[in-house]
C-alpha cells in the first residue's frame, strides 16, 4: 500500500513543457545546476525566488496570471513567463516544472490551498487561499519546493501592514 508521497513518477513527471531554447543567460544558469535532485531543484526555486517578485496583491497576481497567459501562445509562454519580473505561484511553478524536467527532475505541478492560520483544527477556504508549488522525486518520495517570489519593496511593506492589522492577502 503506498501512500501519495511515495507513489514513483510516471512518464508525464518528466516530460519537458518547453523544447525550445530559452535566452542565453538563463541557458548558461541551467547548464551550471548540479547535484542531486533535491540539491539542483532547490538551486532552480532560489533563481526564480531570487530574479522575480510577487505582484502587488491577489487582484494583480490573477491578472498578470491572465496576461501572461492570453498574450503568448504555445510556443512563448515558457520564455515569456521566465522574462517577466513578476511572476505569481501558478506561473513560478509552472516554469520552475520545466527547467527541473530539463534537468532530468521528476516534477509535478500542484495546486491546492494555502492555509496560514488554522484555528482549533479548523480552518477557512475561499478563493483567496488558493496556492500552486511543485514536488519533485528525490528518488524516495515527493519533496515540496515553492519556487513563488516573495513580493519586494514598496509592495511587501504594504502586505505586512494588512497582515499584521489583521487582513488577508491570499
Do not use: M
Amino acid at each position: 500500500d503506498l501512500s501519495p508521497d511515495s507513489t514513483p513518477p510516471v512518464v508525464a513527471d518528466l516530460e519537458r513543457l518547453y523544447l525550445g531554447l530559452y535566452d542565453q543567460k538563463i541557458e548558461k544558469f541551467l547548464s551550471t545546476v548540479q547535484g542531486d535532485n533535491v540539491a539542483k531543484a532547490t538551486r532552480l526555486a532560489q533563481w526564480i525566488t531570487s530574479h522575480k517578485s510577487y505582484p502587488k496583491d491577489l487582484k494583480a497576481a490573477h491578472a498578470l496570471q491572465l496576461k501572461l497567459l492570453t498574450e503568448s501562445t504555445p510556443e512563448n509562454y515558457l520564455p515569456t513567463l521566465a522574462a517577466s519580473g513578476k511572476l505569481e505561484c501558478y506561473s513560478s511553478a509552472t516554469l520552475f516544472l520545466d527547467w527541473a524536467r530539463r534537468l532530468q527532475i521528476p516534477a509535478r505541478l500542484v495546486i491546492g490551498q494555502h492555509i496560514q492560520k488554522a484555528k482549533k483544527g479548523e480552518c477557512v477556504i475561499t478563493n483567496q487561499t488558493g496556492h500552486a508549488w511543485a514536488e519533485i522525486w528525490d528518488g524516495k518520495e515527493w519533496q515540496r519546493i515553492d519556487a513563488t517570489p516573495p513580493k519586494r519593496g514598496d509592495d511587501a511593506d504594504k502586505e505586512k501592514d494588512k497582515s499584521e492589522k489583521g487582513e488577508g492577502t491570499e
